[in-house]
Protein backbone atom coordinates (compact mmCIF):
# COMPACT_ATOMS: atom_id res chain seq x y z
CA UNK A 1 0.00 0.00 0.00
CA UNK A 2 0.95 3.47 -0.94
CA UNK A 3 2.00 5.89 1.86
CA UNK A 4 2.19 9.56 2.47
CA UNK A 5 5.54 8.73 3.39
CA UNK A 6 6.94 7.15 0.50
CA UNK A 7 5.11 9.19 -1.67
CA UNK A 8 7.36 12.48 -0.44
CA UNK A 9 10.33 10.39 0.14
CA UNK A 10 10.19 9.71 -3.79
CA UNK A 11 9.67 13.34 -4.46
CA UNK A 12 12.92 14.55 -2.31
CA UNK A 13 14.45 11.92 -4.53
CA UNK A 14 13.45 13.21 -7.65
CA UNK A 15 14.37 16.71 -6.65
CA UNK A 16 17.78 15.63 -5.71
CA UNK A 17 18.40 13.85 -8.42
CA UNK A 18 21.71 14.63 -9.34
CA UNK A 19 23.11 14.29 -5.79
CA UNK A 20 21.18 11.23 -5.76
CA UNK A 21 21.63 9.11 -8.60
CA UNK A 22 24.81 6.87 -8.71
CA UNK A 23 25.52 3.77 -7.41
CA UNK A 24 23.49 2.33 -4.57
CA UNK A 25 21.11 5.51 -5.21
CA UNK A 26 19.35 3.58 -8.35
CA UNK A 27 19.04 0.52 -6.67
CA UNK A 28 16.85 2.52 -3.71
CA UNK A 29 15.10 4.51 -6.46
CA UNK A 30 14.40 1.12 -7.69
CA UNK A 31 12.85 -0.23 -4.53
CA UNK A 32 11.13 3.03 -3.80
CA UNK A 33 9.19 2.99 -7.12
CA UNK A 34 8.69 -1.01 -6.45
CA UNK A 35 6.61 -0.01 -3.25
CA UNK A 36 4.83 3.03 -4.10
CA UNK A 37 3.42 1.42 -7.30
CA UNK A 38 1.36 -0.62 -5.66
CA UNK A 39 -1.75 -0.39 -5.60
CA UNK A 40 -3.92 2.59 -3.14
CA UNK A 41 -7.06 1.76 -1.48
CA UNK A 42 -7.94 5.03 0.14
CA UNK A 43 -9.44 4.92 3.37
CA UNK A 44 -12.05 7.77 3.02
CA UNK A 45 -15.71 6.19 2.59
CA UNK A 46 -18.15 6.81 -0.34
CA UNK A 47 -19.57 9.97 -0.17
CA UNK A 48 -22.75 8.45 -0.29
CA UNK A 49 -22.49 6.15 2.37
CA UNK A 50 -25.53 4.98 4.50
CA UNK A 51 -27.63 7.05 2.50
CA UNK A 52 -30.87 5.50 1.11
CA UNK A 53 -29.38 6.22 -2.20
CA UNK A 54 -25.72 5.45 -3.87
CA UNK A 55 -23.83 7.97 -5.73
CA UNK A 56 -21.65 5.95 -8.58
CA UNK A 57 -19.13 6.02 -11.03
CA UNK A 58 -18.41 4.36 -14.80
CA UNK A 59 -15.39 3.09 -15.59
CA UNK A 60 -12.87 1.49 -17.43
CA UNK A 61 -11.06 -1.61 -16.48
CA UNK A 62 -8.14 0.68 -15.33
CA UNK A 63 -9.78 1.37 -12.23
CA UNK A 64 -9.06 4.51 -10.96
CA UNK A 65 -7.20 4.55 -7.03
CA UNK A 66 -9.35 7.25 -6.27
CA UNK A 67 -12.81 5.11 -6.88
CA UNK A 68 -13.06 3.85 -3.43
CA UNK A 69 -13.01 7.27 -2.28
CA UNK A 70 -16.21 8.66 -3.90
CA UNK A 71 -18.34 5.97 -5.19
CA UNK A 72 -20.63 3.03 -3.78
CA UNK A 73 -21.11 1.56 -6.85
CA UNK A 74 -19.88 0.83 -10.61
CA UNK A 75 -21.04 0.26 -14.26
CA UNK A 76 -18.57 -0.85 -16.44
CA UNK A 77 -18.45 1.71 -19.49
CA UNK A 78 -17.94 -0.49 -22.32
CA UNK A 79 -15.94 -4.09 -20.62
CA UNK A 80 -19.45 -5.57 -20.16
CA UNK A 81 -21.02 -4.63 -23.67
CA UNK A 82 -21.52 -7.41 -26.22
CA UNK A 83 -19.02 -6.29 -28.85
CA UNK A 84 -15.94 -5.94 -26.25
CA UNK A 85 -16.75 -9.47 -25.20
CA UNK A 86 -17.71 -11.97 -27.74
CA UNK A 87 -15.02 -11.29 -30.81
CA UNK A 88 -16.25 -14.54 -32.27
CA UNK A 89 -19.04 -16.52 -31.56
CA UNK A 90 -18.25 -18.90 -28.37
CA UNK A 91 -14.94 -17.29 -27.54
CA UNK A 92 -15.13 -14.84 -24.34
CA UNK A 93 -12.92 -11.93 -23.44
CA UNK A 94 -14.26 -11.08 -19.53
CA UNK A 95 -10.75 -10.11 -18.24
CA UNK A 96 -12.02 -6.38 -18.31
CA UNK A 97 -15.09 -7.25 -16.52
CA UNK A 98 -13.70 -9.54 -14.12
CA UNK A 99 -11.58 -6.98 -13.13
CA UNK A 100 -14.41 -4.71 -12.64
CA UNK A 101 -16.72 -6.87 -11.03
CA UNK A 102 -13.85 -8.75 -8.32
CA UNK A 103 -13.42 -5.22 -7.47
CA UNK A 104 -17.06 -4.33 -6.56
CA UNK A 105 -17.63 -7.46 -5.23
CA UNK A 106 -14.41 -7.45 -2.70
CA UNK A 107 -15.42 -4.00 -1.91
CA UNK A 108 -19.02 -4.47 -1.34
CA UNK A 109 -19.37 -2.10 -3.97
CA UNK A 110 -22.79 -2.39 -6.09
CA UNK A 111 -22.19 -3.74 -9.66
CA UNK A 112 -24.08 -3.06 -12.49
CA UNK A 113 -23.90 -4.83 -15.68
CA UNK A 114 -24.28 -2.71 -18.96
CA UNK A 115 -25.20 -4.05 -20.95
CA UNK A 116 -27.09 -7.45 -22.59
CA UNK A 117 -28.61 -5.69 -25.49
CA UNK A 118 -27.80 -2.37 -27.29
CA UNK A 119 -27.92 -2.24 -30.86
CA UNK A 120 -24.86 0.49 -30.75
CA UNK A 121 -22.49 -2.80 -29.75
CA UNK A 122 -22.60 -6.13 -30.98
CA UNK A 123 -20.92 -8.49 -32.40
CA UNK A 124 -19.96 -8.10 -35.76
CA UNK A 125 -20.83 -11.88 -36.48
CA UNK A 126 -24.65 -11.89 -35.75
CA UNK A 127 -26.01 -10.48 -39.11
CA UNK A 128 -24.39 -13.23 -40.71
CA UNK A 129 -26.59 -15.87 -38.84
CA UNK A 130 -30.15 -16.68 -39.48
CA UNK A 131 -32.99 -15.65 -37.50
CA UNK A 132 -32.86 -18.98 -35.21
CA UNK A 133 -29.03 -18.88 -34.50
CA UNK A 134 -29.63 -15.21 -33.58
CA UNK A 135 -32.01 -15.96 -30.48
CA UNK A 136 -29.66 -18.98 -29.66
CA UNK A 137 -26.70 -16.59 -29.75
CA UNK A 138 -28.30 -14.18 -27.85
CA UNK A 139 -29.53 -16.76 -24.77
CA UNK A 140 -26.27 -18.24 -24.72
CA UNK A 141 -25.21 -14.49 -24.14
CA UNK A 142 -27.14 -13.69 -21.59
CA UNK A 143 -26.94 -16.98 -20.08
CA UNK A 144 -23.22 -16.89 -20.14
CA UNK A 145 -23.32 -13.14 -17.82
CA UNK A 146 -25.92 -14.12 -15.68
CA UNK A 147 -23.99 -17.31 -14.60
CA UNK A 148 -20.81 -15.83 -14.49
CA UNK A 149 -21.88 -12.60 -12.22
CA UNK A 150 -24.13 -13.88 -9.97
CA UNK A 151 -23.81 -11.70 -6.97
CA UNK A 152 -24.30 -8.66 -9.26
CA UNK A 153 -26.88 -5.85 -8.19
CA UNK A 154 -28.53 -4.90 -11.11
CA UNK A 155 -28.14 -4.94 -14.84
CA UNK A 156 -29.24 -3.02 -17.94
CA UNK A 157 -31.13 -5.46 -20.14
CA UNK A 158 -32.00 -3.84 -22.53
CA UNK A 159 -30.07 -0.04 -23.24
CA UNK A 160 -31.72 2.61 -25.75
CA UNK A 161 -34.72 1.05 -26.97
CA UNK A 162 -36.56 3.97 -28.78
CA UNK A 163 -32.96 5.16 -30.17
CA UNK A 164 -31.17 1.88 -30.88
CA UNK A 165 -32.96 -1.38 -31.75
CA UNK A 166 -30.86 -4.32 -32.25
CA UNK A 167 -30.41 -5.63 -36.17
CA UNK A 168 -31.36 -9.45 -34.64
CA UNK A 169 -34.73 -7.68 -32.49
CA UNK A 170 -36.93 -10.15 -35.10
CA UNK A 171 -35.05 -12.91 -33.64
CA UNK A 172 -36.50 -12.02 -30.33
CA UNK A 173 -39.53 -11.98 -31.44
CA UNK A 174 -39.78 -8.45 -32.94
CA UNK A 175 -42.80 -6.14 -32.57
CA UNK A 176 -44.67 -8.96 -32.55
CA UNK A 177 -48.37 -8.31 -30.59
CA UNK A 178 -47.46 -5.63 -28.20
CA UNK A 179 -44.80 -3.35 -30.36
CA UNK A 180 -42.27 -4.46 -27.91
CA UNK A 181 -42.26 -8.27 -28.25
CA UNK A 182 -38.65 -7.73 -28.44
CA UNK A 183 -37.98 -6.04 -25.25
CA UNK A 184 -39.92 -8.45 -23.47
CA UNK A 185 -37.74 -11.56 -24.32
CA UNK A 186 -35.09 -9.57 -23.26
CA UNK A 187 -36.36 -9.15 -19.87
CA UNK A 188 -37.89 -12.73 -19.96
CA UNK A 189 -34.02 -14.38 -20.93
CA UNK A 190 -33.01 -12.30 -18.10
CA UNK A 191 -34.95 -13.37 -15.75
CA UNK A 192 -34.27 -16.73 -16.61
CA UNK A 193 -30.71 -16.35 -16.51
CA UNK A 194 -29.44 -14.05 -13.92
CA UNK A 195 -29.53 -14.91 -10.58
CA UNK A 196 -32.18 -14.45 -8.45
CA UNK A 197 -32.30 -10.69 -7.09
CA UNK A 198 -30.87 -9.27 -9.49
CA UNK A 199 -32.91 -5.63 -10.61
CA UNK A 200 -33.24 -6.13 -14.37
CA UNK A 201 -33.40 -2.37 -16.12
CA UNK A 202 -34.49 -0.70 -19.01
CA UNK A 203 -32.33 2.37 -19.79
CA UNK A 204 -33.40 5.38 -22.15
CA UNK A 205 -32.55 8.97 -23.29
CA UNK A 206 -33.84 11.98 -24.27
CA UNK A 207 -36.67 11.26 -21.69
CA UNK A 208 -37.28 13.68 -19.34
CA UNK A 209 -37.01 16.72 -21.53
CA UNK A 210 -40.00 15.42 -23.40
CA UNK A 211 -43.18 14.74 -22.12
CA UNK A 212 -44.35 12.60 -25.58
CA UNK A 213 -41.51 10.35 -25.34
CA UNK A 214 -41.95 10.25 -21.36
CA UNK A 215 -45.48 8.98 -22.02
CA UNK A 216 -43.88 6.03 -24.93
CA UNK A 217 -41.11 5.28 -22.08
CA UNK A 218 -44.33 4.68 -19.34
CA UNK A 219 -45.96 2.82 -21.49
CA UNK A 220 -43.67 0.38 -22.57
CA UNK A 221 -42.34 -0.18 -18.49
CA UNK A 222 -45.82 -0.73 -17.88
CA UNK A 223 -45.82 -3.54 -20.17
CA UNK A 224 -42.79 -5.37 -18.49
CA UNK A 225 -43.80 -4.41 -14.61
CA UNK A 226 -47.43 -6.35 -16.09
CA UNK A 227 -45.61 -8.91 -16.78
CA UNK A 228 -43.29 -9.09 -13.45
CA UNK A 229 -39.92 -8.70 -15.82
CA UNK A 230 -38.64 -4.90 -14.77
CA UNK A 231 -37.64 -4.11 -11.31
CA UNK A 232 -35.97 -0.58 -11.80
CA UNK A 233 -36.26 2.24 -14.51
CA UNK A 234 -32.85 3.45 -16.22
CA UNK A 235 -32.99 7.55 -17.19
CA UNK A 236 -29.86 8.54 -18.68
CA UNK A 237 -28.64 12.11 -17.74
CA UNK A 238 -26.40 13.55 -20.02
CA UNK A 239 -26.03 17.17 -20.32
CA UNK A 240 -27.32 17.62 -24.05
CA UNK A 241 -30.39 15.96 -22.60
CA UNK A 242 -30.71 19.18 -20.90
CA UNK A 243 -28.93 21.80 -22.38
CA UNK A 244 -26.35 23.20 -25.08
CA UNK A 245 -22.94 23.36 -23.61
CA UNK A 246 -22.83 27.25 -22.30
CA UNK A 247 -20.13 28.36 -25.34
CA UNK A 248 -22.66 26.58 -27.94
CA UNK A 249 -22.91 29.26 -30.97
CA UNK A 250 -25.26 27.04 -32.53
CA UNK A 251 -28.26 25.11 -32.02
CA UNK A 252 -28.57 26.91 -28.68
CA UNK A 253 -31.61 25.29 -26.59
CA UNK A 254 -32.53 25.40 -23.05
CA UNK A 255 -34.96 22.48 -21.89
CA UNK A 256 -37.63 23.66 -19.16
CA UNK A 257 -36.89 22.17 -15.91
CA UNK A 258 -40.11 22.07 -14.65
CA UNK A 259 -41.15 19.91 -17.40
CA UNK A 260 -37.93 17.64 -16.39
CA UNK A 261 -39.31 17.67 -12.55
CA UNK A 262 -42.83 16.92 -14.04
CA UNK A 263 -41.83 13.88 -15.82
CA UNK A 264 -39.24 12.91 -12.99
CA UNK A 265 -42.98 12.58 -11.07
CA UNK A 266 -44.78 10.90 -13.82
CA UNK A 267 -42.28 7.86 -13.72
CA UNK A 268 -42.06 7.82 -10.12
CA UNK A 269 -45.68 7.37 -10.06
CA UNK A 270 -45.03 3.37 -11.68
CA UNK A 271 -43.81 2.36 -7.87
CA UNK A 272 -39.88 1.50 -8.83
CA UNK A 273 -37.17 2.46 -8.27
CA UNK A 274 -35.52 5.01 -10.74
CA UNK A 275 -31.76 5.12 -11.48
CA UNK A 276 -29.89 7.97 -12.66
CA UNK A 277 -27.67 5.99 -15.07
CA UNK A 278 -24.88 8.28 -16.78
CA UNK A 279 -25.12 11.70 -15.40
CA UNK A 280 -22.39 14.38 -16.54
CA UNK A 281 -22.21 17.99 -17.31
CA UNK A 282 -20.09 18.49 -19.70
CA UNK A 283 -18.11 22.01 -19.03
CA UNK A 284 -14.73 22.86 -20.01
CA UNK A 285 -15.01 25.62 -17.38
CA UNK A 286 -14.79 24.94 -13.61
CA UNK A 287 -17.67 28.09 -12.79
CA UNK A 288 -19.72 26.43 -15.36
CA UNK A 289 -19.49 23.28 -14.75
CA UNK A 290 -20.38 24.15 -10.99
CA UNK A 291 -23.30 26.60 -12.19
CA UNK A 292 -24.87 23.50 -13.92
CA UNK A 293 -24.63 21.22 -11.21
CA UNK A 294 -26.21 23.58 -8.87
CA UNK A 295 -29.22 23.83 -11.12
CA UNK A 296 -29.29 20.17 -12.66
CA UNK A 297 -28.07 18.04 -9.76
CA UNK A 298 -30.55 19.04 -7.20
CA UNK A 299 -33.57 18.05 -9.12
CA UNK A 300 -32.06 14.50 -9.20
CA UNK A 301 -31.14 14.30 -5.81
CA UNK A 302 -34.02 15.40 -4.44
CA UNK A 303 -36.49 13.24 -5.86
CA UNK A 304 -37.62 10.18 -3.30
CA UNK A 305 -38.02 7.68 -6.00
CA UNK A 306 -34.14 8.35 -7.58
CA UNK A 307 -32.84 5.21 -5.61
CA UNK A 308 -28.77 5.89 -7.35
CA UNK A 309 -27.02 8.69 -9.53
CA UNK A 310 -23.79 7.22 -11.92
CA UNK A 311 -21.51 9.48 -12.97
CA UNK A 312 -20.80 8.91 -16.30
CA UNK A 313 -16.71 9.85 -16.33
CA UNK A 314 -15.87 10.86 -13.19
CA UNK A 315 -12.14 11.24 -13.71
CA UNK A 316 -10.23 13.44 -16.51
CA UNK A 317 -8.61 10.23 -17.97
CA UNK A 318 -11.46 7.85 -18.13
CA UNK A 319 -14.10 9.62 -19.87
CA UNK A 320 -16.51 9.74 -22.80
CA UNK A 321 -13.94 10.78 -25.80
CA UNK A 322 -17.24 12.51 -27.38
CA UNK A 323 -17.71 14.48 -23.69
CA UNK A 324 -14.88 14.86 -22.65
CA UNK A 325 -14.94 17.48 -19.97
CA UNK A 326 -17.14 15.98 -18.05
CA UNK A 327 -14.80 14.87 -15.11
CA UNK A 328 -15.38 16.03 -11.56
CA UNK A 329 -11.61 15.08 -10.51
CA UNK A 330 -8.57 15.68 -12.44
CA UNK A 331 -5.96 12.67 -13.53
CA UNK A 332 -3.97 13.51 -10.06
CA UNK A 333 -7.04 13.61 -7.75
CA UNK A 334 -7.67 17.23 -7.53
CA UNK A 335 -11.17 17.59 -7.57
CA UNK A 336 -13.14 20.56 -9.35
CA UNK A 337 -15.13 23.11 -7.61
CA UNK A 338 -18.42 20.78 -9.13
CA UNK A 339 -17.09 18.04 -6.72
CA UNK A 340 -15.92 20.24 -3.92
CA UNK A 341 -19.68 21.78 -3.72
CA UNK A 342 -21.76 18.09 -4.41
CA UNK A 343 -19.61 16.16 -1.25
CA UNK A 344 -21.48 19.18 1.12
CA UNK A 345 -24.69 19.50 -0.87
CA UNK A 346 -25.30 15.81 -0.75
CA UNK A 347 -25.32 16.13 3.45
CA UNK A 348 -27.79 18.81 3.37
CA UNK A 349 -31.60 18.23 4.19
CA UNK A 350 -34.03 17.37 2.02
CA UNK A 351 -36.92 19.78 1.28
CA UNK A 352 -39.70 19.17 3.55
CA UNK A 353 -42.82 17.60 2.33
CA UNK A 354 -45.37 20.09 3.14
CA UNK A 355 -48.89 18.67 5.37
CA UNK A 356 -51.50 21.56 5.75
CA UNK A 357 -52.67 23.40 5.20
CA UNK A 358 -52.92 22.45 1.06
CA UNK A 359 -54.70 24.44 -1.32
CA UNK A 360 -58.17 24.81 0.68
CA UNK A 361 -60.35 27.58 2.04
CA UNK A 362 -61.72 28.79 5.25
CA UNK A 363 -58.45 28.29 7.32
CA UNK A 364 -58.80 30.01 10.86
CA UNK A 365 -56.75 33.14 10.89
CA UNK A 366 -54.54 31.53 13.11
CA UNK A 367 -53.21 28.62 11.30
CA UNK A 368 -51.32 25.62 12.25
CA UNK A 369 -48.63 25.49 9.35
CA UNK A 370 -47.74 21.32 9.43
CA UNK A 371 -44.92 19.33 7.42
CA UNK A 372 -43.20 16.14 7.42
CA UNK A 373 -39.84 16.08 9.05
CA UNK A 374 -36.56 15.74 6.84
CA UNK A 375 -33.84 13.67 7.84
CA UNK A 376 -30.96 15.20 9.44
CA UNK A 377 -32.75 18.74 9.95
CA UNK A 378 -32.01 20.52 12.76
CA UNK A 379 -34.60 23.35 12.33
CA UNK A 380 -36.66 24.72 9.39
CA UNK A 381 -36.78 28.01 7.67
CA UNK A 382 -40.98 28.70 7.51
CA UNK A 383 -42.10 31.46 4.90
CA UNK A 384 -45.83 32.94 4.73
CA UNK A 385 -45.98 35.54 1.38
CA UNK A 386 -49.11 37.09 -0.01
CA UNK A 387 -47.72 35.88 -3.49
CA UNK A 388 -45.88 32.57 -5.02
CA UNK A 389 -42.87 34.32 -5.79
CA UNK A 390 -42.25 35.19 -1.86
CA UNK A 391 -41.47 38.65 -2.67
CA UNK A 392 -43.79 39.88 -0.04
CA UNK A 393 -43.35 37.58 2.97
CA UNK A 394 -45.22 37.80 5.99
CA UNK A 395 -43.85 35.25 8.09
CA UNK A 396 -40.15 34.21 7.71
CA UNK A 397 -38.92 32.72 10.51
CA UNK A 398 -36.82 29.25 11.89
CA UNK A 399 -38.01 26.84 14.40
CA UNK A 400 -37.17 23.18 15.31
CA UNK A 401 -40.37 21.90 15.18
CA UNK A 402 -42.55 20.42 12.35
CA UNK A 403 -45.29 22.64 13.04
CA UNK A 404 -45.96 26.00 13.57
CA UNK A 405 -48.24 28.58 14.07
CA UNK A 406 -47.31 31.61 12.65
CA UNK A 407 -49.75 33.97 14.26
CA UNK A 408 -52.40 36.05 13.10
CA UNK A 409 -53.36 36.45 9.29
CA UNK A 410 -55.30 38.74 7.52
CA UNK A 411 -58.55 37.45 6.93
CA UNK A 412 -60.28 36.42 3.55
CA UNK A 413 -57.06 36.62 2.02
CA UNK A 414 -54.78 34.12 -0.12
CA UNK A 415 -51.03 33.05 1.29
CA UNK A 416 -48.43 31.19 0.22
CA UNK A 417 -45.92 29.56 2.02
CA UNK A 418 -42.72 26.95 2.08
CA UNK A 419 -40.48 25.15 4.14
CA UNK A 420 -37.23 24.42 3.99
CA UNK A 421 -34.83 22.38 6.31
CA UNK A 422 -31.45 23.04 7.70
CA UNK A 423 -28.67 21.53 9.24
CA UNK A 424 -24.78 22.15 9.97
CA UNK A 425 -23.94 21.88 6.26
CA UNK A 426 -26.14 23.88 5.04
CA UNK A 427 -29.86 24.75 4.12
CA UNK A 428 -31.39 22.45 1.59
CA UNK A 429 -33.53 24.13 -1.44
CA UNK A 430 -37.90 25.47 -0.34
CA UNK A 431 -40.21 22.70 -0.75
CA UNK A 432 -42.69 23.30 -3.60
CA UNK A 433 -45.30 26.11 -2.28
CA UNK A 434 -48.75 25.47 -1.73
CA UNK A 435 -51.75 27.85 -0.90
CA UNK A 436 -54.71 28.51 1.73
CA UNK A 437 -57.55 31.12 1.84
CA UNK A 438 -58.20 32.26 5.16
CA UNK A 439 -62.19 32.65 6.58
CA UNK A 440 -62.73 34.89 9.95
CA UNK A 441 -62.80 32.69 12.10
CA UNK A 442 -60.10 31.62 14.85
CA UNK A 443 -58.89 28.36 15.65
CA UNK A 444 -58.57 25.93 18.67
CA UNK A 445 -55.20 27.08 19.50
CA UNK A 446 -55.52 30.24 20.16
CA UNK A 447 -51.71 30.46 21.39
CA UNK A 448 -47.99 30.86 20.67
CA UNK A 449 -45.70 27.99 22.39
CA UNK A 450 -44.82 29.46 25.71
CA UNK A 451 -41.90 27.97 26.98
CA UNK A 452 -41.43 27.76 30.90
CA UNK A 453 -38.57 26.36 32.44
CA UNK A 454 -39.40 23.01 34.00
CA UNK A 455 -42.73 22.93 31.64
CA UNK A 456 -42.32 19.97 28.55
CA UNK A 457 -44.48 18.27 26.67
CA UNK A 458 -42.22 15.39 25.17
CA UNK A 459 -42.44 13.38 22.08
CA UNK A 460 -44.97 10.65 21.89
CA UNK A 461 -44.11 6.69 21.78
CA UNK A 462 -44.16 4.77 19.60
CA UNK A 463 -44.95 7.16 16.48
CA UNK A 464 -46.26 6.55 14.42
CA UNK A 465 -48.28 4.54 16.26
CA UNK A 466 -51.81 2.14 15.89
CA UNK A 467 -53.90 3.19 17.52
CA UNK A 468 -52.73 3.26 20.89
CA UNK A 469 -49.23 5.79 22.03
CA UNK A 470 -48.13 6.70 24.92
CA UNK A 471 -47.98 10.89 25.90
CA UNK A 472 -45.07 12.16 28.54
CA UNK A 473 -45.30 15.31 30.20
CA UNK A 474 -43.34 17.21 33.23
CA UNK A 475 -44.61 19.84 35.28
CA UNK A 476 -42.57 21.34 37.52
CA UNK A 477 -45.34 22.48 40.32
CA UNK A 478 -48.79 20.76 40.95
CA UNK A 479 -50.81 22.47 38.18
CA UNK A 480 -54.49 21.84 36.31
CA UNK A 481 -53.58 20.16 33.23
CA UNK A 482 -55.51 19.91 30.29
CA UNK A 483 -53.78 17.30 27.20
CA UNK A 484 -55.98 17.50 23.77
CA UNK A 485 -56.10 16.68 20.57
CA UNK A 486 -56.26 18.41 17.67
CA UNK A 487 -56.67 17.51 13.75
CA UNK A 488 -54.43 19.24 11.52
CA UNK A 489 -56.73 22.68 11.22
CA UNK A 490 -56.34 23.35 14.93
CA UNK A 491 -59.67 21.87 15.54
CA UNK A 492 -60.16 20.12 18.73
CA UNK A 493 -61.17 16.60 18.36
CA UNK A 494 -60.43 14.91 21.94
CA UNK A 495 -59.75 15.86 24.96
CA UNK A 496 -57.26 13.33 26.65
CA UNK A 497 -56.83 14.73 30.40
CA UNK A 498 -58.66 17.58 32.36
CA UNK A 499 -57.23 17.68 36.03
CA UNK A 500 -54.77 18.92 38.40
CA UNK A 501 -51.47 16.81 38.14
CA UNK A 502 -48.37 17.23 40.86
CA UNK A 503 -45.51 18.33 40.29
CA UNK A 504 -43.08 15.50 37.93
CA UNK A 505 -43.29 13.66 34.95
CA UNK A 506 -46.53 12.21 33.76
CA UNK A 507 -47.41 9.78 30.59
CA UNK A 508 -50.95 9.13 29.09
CA UNK A 509 -51.76 6.56 27.26
CA UNK A 510 -53.59 7.91 24.05
CA UNK A 511 -56.55 4.92 22.34
CA UNK A 512 -57.09 6.55 18.75
CA UNK A 513 -58.80 3.73 17.41
CA UNK A 514 -62.04 5.94 16.55
CA UNK A 515 -60.14 8.12 14.56
CA UNK A 516 -58.59 7.73 10.93
CA UNK A 517 -55.16 7.66 9.86
CA UNK A 518 -53.27 10.73 9.71
CA UNK A 519 -51.62 13.86 11.27
CA UNK A 520 -52.87 15.05 14.90
CA UNK A 521 -51.43 17.81 16.86
CA UNK A 522 -51.09 17.30 20.90
CA UNK A 523 -51.74 20.20 22.76
CA UNK A 524 -50.75 20.55 26.50
CA UNK A 525 -52.22 23.49 28.37
CA UNK A 526 -50.50 23.82 32.05
CA UNK A 527 -50.42 26.86 34.03
CA UNK A 528 -49.16 29.46 31.59
CA UNK A 529 -47.47 26.90 29.12
CA UNK A 530 -48.64 25.83 25.94
CA UNK A 531 -46.89 23.33 24.40
CA UNK A 532 -47.25 20.88 21.24
CA UNK A 533 -46.09 17.80 19.35
CA UNK A 534 -47.02 15.77 16.35
CA UNK A 535 -48.61 12.83 16.29
CA UNK A 536 -48.55 10.34 13.29
CA UNK A 537 -51.73 7.56 12.98
CA UNK A 538 -50.87 4.66 11.10
CA UNK A 539 -53.77 2.77 11.25
Not at 64 to 91: D, H, I, L, M
Not at 96 to 121: C, E, M, P, S
Not at 123 to 148: F, M, N
Not at 439 to 455: C, M, N, P, Y
Request: charged residues 15%.
Amino acid sequence: MKSRFFTIIVNTIKRDAGLFFFGYGNLLMTLFLAVVTLPIHSKAQPLAIGMDKFLGGATSHELSRYFERYWNQVTPGNAGKWGSVEFSRGTYYWNDLDKIYNFAVKRNILFKHHTLIWGQQQPGWISSLCTADQRKAVEDWIKAVGGRYPAMAMVDVVNEPFHAPPAYKDALGGDGTTGWDWVITAFELARTYCAPGVKLILNEYNVLHSNSVTTNYINLITLLKDRGLIDAIGVQGHYFEFRSDMDATGNIYVHNINTIRSNLDRLAELGLPIYISEFDIDEPDDANQLQQYKIYFPILWYQPAIKGITFWGYIQDDVWHSHPDTYLLLSNGCERPAMQWMKTFIHRPFPPVLISPDEIGGVPINPILLWHASTTADSYHVQVATNCLFTSTVVDTIVTDTLVCPGYLDANRRFFWRVSAINEHGESDFSAWTSFMTGDQVSAVEEQEKTLIGFRLLQNFPNPFNPITTIPFEIPCGSNVRLALLNILGEEVMVITERFYPAGMHSLQLDASRFSSGVYICKLQAGHYVGYTKLVLAQ
